[in-house]
């Protein structure tokens, strides 16, 4: 209840504008020339996994939470480990704020009445009050970039708030915009809209952030059940964006008590050959 009350609040604020390249469709884009080398690079066998879903894995819910603010959320100063790099805020961090569980700990705070996306990565309240590795601010009306080789709360210097699948879209019946993702290995090298790397590597067959891959327009989705099924024809339609360093095929969800955990692993019958690298040259603004 919390995930659709939260998904009504903020219905009035666009996620980002129309042509934003997480909102534009890529189904009609030539495939990238290379493309066969980085899918190959990122796993042709290994199976599509969700990040997220229903219940709990290790105390914390299954995906990555966010909280809507308003005007009347105390605003917080946060402590950063990449200082250079992060917006100083001050951040409206509620009092219970929501936390992913696990090593990366981002908090996702859309304030409703602004129109501003506020993200953390690791987040954690110390002695001293908030730290955290990095934070940046969006405003969800533009299109503005991150300063070129800055990150966010995210490595790819992305907003990741716009890259979760979320259930009340699943419930409407359709995702409109491209999911995030991860893969093990990145290169020293980013797309637009994606701002920073997290690599050491020059090697050209490894991905570079931002890049932009979709499933197969040939791929037979209709045996899916209905979740999985509208996840996948997000993924034909918009594709996902390459986020962050992880698992392979590992995307990015907001956890709601709705997911159907067993609908949603039939994902894993989609493999990385199912994929292709799509040419995003004309998106550029």
Request: proline share 8%; net charge neutral; aromatic share 8%.
């Amino acid at each position: 209840m919390r995930a659709l009350l939260a998904a009504l609040a903020i219905a009035h604020c666009p996620t980002f504008p129309a042509n934003n390249p997480w909102n534009q469709r890529v189904d009609s884009l030539p495939v990238a020339s290379n493309s066969a080398q980085l899918i190959a690079s990122i796993g042709l066998d290994n199976g599509v996994h969700p990040d997220f879903g229903s219940g709990l894995w290790d105390g914390a819910p299954i995906g990555i939470p966010f909280d809507v603010v308003t005007k009347a959320t105390p605003r917080s100063r946060v402590s950063f480990l990449y200082a250079s790099e992060s917006d100083k805020g001050p951040y409206p961090i509620p009092q219970n704020v929501h936390v992913e569980g696990g090593s990366d700990r981002h908090a996702i705070l859309v304030d409703r009445g602004a129109c501003r996306l506020y993200e953390l990565y690791d987040l954690e309240r110390t002695a001293n009050g908030w730290h955290a590795g990095s934070g940046a601010i969006w405003n969800l009306r533009t299109n503005a970039l991150r300063p070129a080789g800055w990150t966010s709360a995210d490595a790819a210097g992305l907003p990741i708030y716009p890259g979760l699948a979320r259930y009340d879209e699943v419930a409407r019946g359709v995702i409109a915009h491209a999911l995030r993702f991860t893969a093990p290995r990145t290169r020293r090298a980013f797309l637009y809209p994606a701002r920073h790397y997290a690599s050491s590597s020059d090697d050209p067959s490894l991905p570079p952030m931002g890049l932009r891959v979709r499933l197969k327009a040939s791929v037979d989705i209709s045996g899916f059940p209905r979740q999985a099924r509208i996840v996948l024809q997000a993924l034909k339609t918009y594709g996902m964006i390459l986020a962050d360093n992880g698992s392979s095929w590992y995307i990015s969800g907001a956890p709601d008590p709705r997911w159907n955990n067993d609908d949603l692993h039939t994902l894993g019958r989609i493999t990385g050959a199912d994929f292709e690298v799509v040419d995003t040259s004309s998106l550029h603004p």
